[in-house]
């Protein structure tokens, strides 16, 4: 497997790269590029879950990053605009493969429970594409908030130059929220149900339930915040990763307390 995650992340940097060649890239490079990005993780998948459901870390880490692309994808497709978040989306997407390159040999944890394979399935889905989702919106709080400062300070670099403008990443943050609110409520209604053919209750107690419901507040009370008060920028930005550092510690962090610290 140690070839394989090589391969995907040297699958990631031309992509990662682009943004910054200097002027507009043309749109056949940009596609041909994120096709490249997306097939290196999407082989290291294929190649560690063919034989069965993986549990451990890496396996989460790649899945998030092959999720996290084809969400970016779809939303480059609606939007051409949002294809300038690439500039920070791969790098932090290569920092999440080399983390499953360094812990890619952890022990892993049995998958336990009752629950009916498809509830467990749906709910596995829904998780991957939420956290990919709001990975997508703290990108772009991060990008408008680098333009905001850009802007005021009036002396833009390479990454402003890189990034769409600030109306576009606010009006692309506001909009991934939404989306992120709806798939944070739906996932803690399939958690449920799969905690409740499991031990008959729907809700554990349990650091990734408390840590999913605090994300969705976070995400609610921002949505409130930017339509009652106009929230944006630095502050908003700031909301954001701190609801990605919520989902984060959830999702990824119960993964490496798990089998990497208790190992």
Do not use: C, N
């Not at 993780?41 to 560690?48: E, N, R, S, T």
């Not at 063919?50 to 890496?58: E, H, I, N, Q, Y």
């Not at 408390?210 to 995400?219: D, F, K, N």
């Amino acid at each position: 497997m140690t070839v394989l995650s090589i391969s995907a992340l040297l699958a990631l940097l031309p992509a990662a790269i682009l943004p910054f060649r200097g002027g507009a890239a043309p749109a056949a490079l940009f596609w041909l590029l994120l096709a490249v990005a997306f097939a290196g993780p999407m082989a290291w998948v294929i190649a560690a879950i063919s034989p069965g459901w993986r549990t451990g870390l890496a396996p989460a880490l790649w899945l998030t990053v092959v999720v996290t692309l084809a969400a970016f994808a779809v939303m480059a497709v609606l939007d051409a605009e949002s294809r300038r978040l690439s500039a920070l989306l791969l790098p932090y997407l290569i920092l999440l493969g080399l983390a499953a390159t360094v812990w890619q040999h952890q022990p892993e944890r049995p998958m336990e429970g009752g629950a009916p394979a498809t509830w467990v399935r749906l709910h596995i889905a829904l998780s991957l594409v939420t956290y990919a989702v709001l990975t997508l919106a703290a990108v772009a709080g991060v990008s408008a908030f680098l333009q905001d400062r850009a802007l005021k300070r009036k002396s833009p670099d390479r990454l402003s130059g890189a990034l769409p403008s600030l109306a576009a990443a606010e009006r692309l943050e506001l909009r991934l929220l939404g989306l992120a609110a709806v798939l944070l409520a739906l996932g803690l209604v399939t958690g449920m149900a799969v905690q409740h053919f499991e031990t008959g209750t729907l809700i554990a107690v349990t650091h990734k339930t408390l840590l999913s419901i605090a994300t969705l507040a976070v995400v609610l009370g921002l949505l409130v915040a930017r339509r009652t008060s106009g929230l944006r920028g630095k502050a908003a930005a700031r909301i954001v990763m701190l609801a990605y550092l919520l989902l984060t510690l959830a999702y990824p962090g119960v993964k490496f307390v798990t089998d990497v610290l208790l190992a």
